[in-house]
């Protein structure tokens, strides 16, 4: 499959070559080339960084909003018209740092979207300081003598919130970021995607081949649907597991809950001011 | 000692004031007394004041009842209804020897003044629940208005109808007491209250402020709210919630203001047209995502329910000391729109409007009330329940279609993903006409230019400030948004052939005709409700034009009709 219908030759990337964005960029275009039935009912959102970017190399609808406020926007775009697809595109600062109390939250709302983090352990737009991510003792010109906070761990707080559907890829294996994108687009609820990626100017750490070293597939012995077994192997630090860690199918979604589309499923840009409920309350409150 | 009570007459017009502790069920009484005085064709309208606790303390409300339609807040007290120990020191300053004071009796300690005991704790417990007491009161005062007690209880039917059958036959009961009680005041007092009684009035309906702007923003076509609860907004969003299946609107409470506001564009830019309710403290926080709304054109309605501050400030009472923050919050340059309704018509008419406008120019639009409007409650003889929008609805979009593109009026017109065969790219970073992001001088410019004559645009339909009492006057009184009922009242009372006041409804962009009118004063009188003057240096900024006299008022109480009375004719 190629990314054509999504391909947008005009962009002008300001990432630095070899950047791992590269390469979500690329097959991200290939995954929605081929699952997005649509692309008019495509909206990409993201936040503020390198990553979040992205959208402006894609021909797609995009809402390149604040930063870390990626995810209220995303859930309201869903919530107001259902039928739109709904991609996240952001890095782990935006989403886990600046966003943090709105990745928590919408966890536990549930909207049917996909939320793909770009994790390189660093901060690039702003040159090189720590990222929420950053492991102890990384080194940056903010945190002279290393990091001293715990990095935070996304897989394990989206596990202790119940999300619906927890991954972990490394963007250097195709195949396999391609297998498992593909399903957090498809899956119907919150889908989390925290993607391991390098930083090649400003995180010497964390290269292609760190990332190559230190991480390994869940194979069929990983019990998707089982969040005890899901967290044990989120909180592996030695090598980090890539894949699936958990996912619940038929997790209620926040929109088809809303009381708004009981009744009518129409989009809200279909509908027209209900001034016969109005009249019906202000009769009532006559009485 | 006993004091001779003296023979109390009273007019057209009388004041109740129920006090009791927070969670004594004051608010019940108010809700269903307004019921009571309606259905017997009294007008009649309620002023809460509040503390910022569940329990204990004392919360007034003061019940005007009256043969025309009066409800700004008035000093004096005709009739204190004191259900708790410290509600006659509470409103010491209020009371008159005029003034006939019901204590209960358990738990009035003070002597020296000439008190009504009624014993509403031991009637309640004789019928099994202390929350009867405030029945008590209900039949206790309609006898004092000639109301029957079987009025009473039909209100009272009525209002409980959910409740069990028991319940409601000791309410009865209680009501019945209480009336008794009721009649010996009469006698004791040789009262007479005299109000003409308008069948009329029995038709209309009783509504707040937070009803009028929660139906206002319905018939302006909001089909999204998000917020955060802060008081004195919360208001808007319970009730939208609760009506949120028969509006078909979608209703969520957001983890904070950041995430209400940030939703409510995404929301804008899917289709919808989102309003956010809040107030000072939680619109610093959406202060970013405003700056967001003028950066992406979006329209956006913001509905900031003032109260005092600094920061926390006094979380219950009432301020107009925002008006500032409406005007200037959110980083950069951009237009907006500040409407600023006085009365409970213009809080539903004006968040209807701000819906048209904000859709119309692709700007933020601030209603701007305050907690004193918004816990009023009055009988209103109608609502315009009628579509007046000005919106430009979302264009369906062309394969060539751009966002910002470049157009003769300034307007590009607005797309939405999934409607045409366009793409709608919208960024915070300046961009394009196709929305994408550049750092072209020239691009930056032109934007800056097309987002900043939307100011121009917006004056098209700035509403115009109207004015009111004499039309050949020396002295202007102006003033925006809750302070409208206790100055018109105050002009009425002193028929003063030199003084009229301007209201003004909308205060950005400045409506230039006010300017003539305000240019034909000999003194200009600015009253606020902040201790500023914040609209007077608005005043001074847009038209160079100085008021002579502010009366400002900042303790957290709204402008009684008396001090007004006092302060814009120097009286004492």
């Known amino acids: 499959m190629s990314g054509k219908a999504f391909d947008f030759p005009q962009a002008e990337i300001s990432w630095c070559a070899g950047c791992g964005n590269f390469g979500i960029l690329n097959l991200l275009k290939d995954i929605l080339a081929e699952v997005v039935a649509d692309p008019q009912r495509f909206v990409l959102v993201s936040g503020i960084g390198q990553a979040a970017k992205l959208p402006q190399y894609v021909r797609a609808h995009y809402f390149n909003g604040l930063h870390g406020r990626a995810l209220p926007s995303a859930t309201a775009i869903k919530a107001s018209n259902p039928s739109l697809t709904v991609v996240v595109t952001s890095g782990e600062g935006d989403m886990y740092g600046e966003g943090g109390n709105h990745f928590i939250h919408t966890i536990r709302r549930n909207p049917d979207i996909t939320n793909i983090v770009h994790n390189n352990m660093v901060y690039g737009l702003t040159k090189g300081q720590a990222s929420p991510t950053s492991a102890r003792d990384f080194k940056t010109p903010v945190q002279v003598n290393g990091v001293i906070l715990e990095p935070f761990n996304p897989l394990a707080v989206a596990i202790a919130l119940d999300a619906s559907f927890v991954a972990r890829v490394f963007m250097g294996f195709k195949d396999h970021f391609r297998e498992i994108v593909k399903k957090a687009i498809l899956h119907k609820g919150y889908a989390l995607v925290d993607v391991f990626q390098p930083c090649v100017t400003f995180n010497k750490i964390n290269t292609y081949q760190w990332f190559r070293d230190r991480t390994y597939f869940l194979d069929d012995s990983h019990d998707t649907h089982n969040r005890m077994q899901a967290f044990e192997r989120a909180i592996e630090t030695g090598r980090f597991p890539l894949g699936i860690f958990y996912q619940q199918t038929g997790k209620p979604v926040f929109e088809d809950q809303l009381a708004a589309y009981q009744q009518d499923k129409a989009p809200l840009f279909q509908r027209k001011p209900n001034l016969e409920a109005v009249n019906r309350i202000v009769d009532k409150m006559r009485h | ?572």
């Open chain 2, 1 to 572: 000692m006993s004091i001779m009570p003296v023979k109390r007459i009273f007019h057209h017009d009388v004041s109740v004031v129920l006090a009791g502790e927070a969670g004594q069920g004051i608010e019940t009484v108010e809700q269903i007394l307004m019921r009571i005085f309606k259905s017997a064709g009294y007008h009649v309208s309620a002023t809460k004041e509040y503390m910022s606790r569940v329990r204990g303390g004392t919360n007034t409300t003061e019940i005007r009842v009256s043969s025309r339609a009066v409800v700004a807040f008035l000093d004096r007290i005709d009739v204190l209804v004191a259900l708790d120990p410290g509600a006659i020191d509470h409103v010491k300053d209020r009371l008159s020897p005029k003034t006939i004071i019901i204590v209960n009796e358990e738990s009035h300690k003070e002597e020296g003044r000439d008190i009504f005991s009624v014993p509403f704790s031991k009637i309640a417990w004789e019928l099994g629940n202390r929350i009867l007491s405030n029945t008590v009161a209900l039949g206790f005062l309609a006898a004092l208005f000639g109301i029957s007690a079987e009025e009473v209880i039909v209100q009272v039917r009525s209002s409980f109808a959910k409740k069990e059958a028991d319940i409601i036959e000791k309410n009865c009961l209680a009501v019945q007491r209480g009336f008794n009680f009721g009649l010996q005041a009469v006698d004791r007092y040789q009262l007479t209250i005299q109000i003409e009684r308008n069948a009329d009035i029995k038709k209309q309906l009783i509504i707040s402020g937070h009803e009028a702007a929660a139906l206002g923003a319905v018939v302006g076509g909001c089909n999204f709210l998000a917020s955060y609860p802060m008081s004195p907004s919360t208001g808007v969003l319970t009730f939208l919630a609760q009506h949120a299946d028969e509006f078909g609107i979608v209703v969520e409470q957001a983890e904070d203001e950041i995430a209400a506001i940030n939703m409510g564009l995404g929301s804008w830019y899917a289709g919808g047209r989102a309003l956010v309710t809040t107030s000072g403290g939680g619109f610093a926080l959406m202060s970013e995502g405003l700056s967001l709304a003028g950066a992406i054109e979006s329209p956006m309605v913001i509905h900031l329910a003032q109260r005092p501050g600094p920061a926390t400030g006094l979380p219950t009472r009432t301020e107009q000391g925002d008006l500032d923050l409406a005007l200037y919050a959110g980083h950069g340059e951009f237009p907006r729109a500040i409407l600023t309704p006085g009365t409970i018509e213009d809080v539903f008419v004006l968040t209807a409007w701000a819906f048209g406008l904000a859709d119309r120019y692709q700007v933020p639009v601030f209603i701007l009330t305050d907690q004193g409007l918004l816990d009023l409650y009055q009988t209103l003889a109608e609502l315009p329940v009628v579509s007046t929008s000005i919106s430009n609805e979302p264009v369906q979009t062309e394969p060539d279609y751009k966002r910002y593109r470049f157009t003769q009026s300034g307007l590009s017109p607005r797309g939405i993903p999934g409607f045409g065969q366009g793409i709608v790219c919208v960024d915070s970073d300046e961009h394009d006409e196709s929305g994408h992001i550049t750092e072209d001088g020239a691009v930056r410019r032109a934007m800056v230019d097309k987002r900043m004559k939307k100011h121009e645009l917006l004056l098209e339909k700035v509403l115009a400030p109207v004015l009111y009492g004499a039309k050949d006057y020396k002295k202007l009184i102006i003033a925006w948004g809750s302070t409208f009922h206790a100055i018109l009242e105050a002009l009425e009372l002193q028929k003063d052939p030199d003084m009229a006041f301007l209201y003004f409804r909308q205060v950005y962009p400045f409506p230039e005709t006010a300017i003539p009118f305000i240019k034909k004063a000999k003194e200009v009188i600015c009253i606020e409700n902040n201790a500023g003057g914040q609209f007077s240096g608005l005043l001074r900024r847009e038209t160079g034009l100085s008021v002579h006299k502010k009366i400002l008022k900042y303790n957290g109480a709204p402008f009684s009709v008396e001090e007004l009375v006092r302060q814009i004719w120097e009286q004492e």
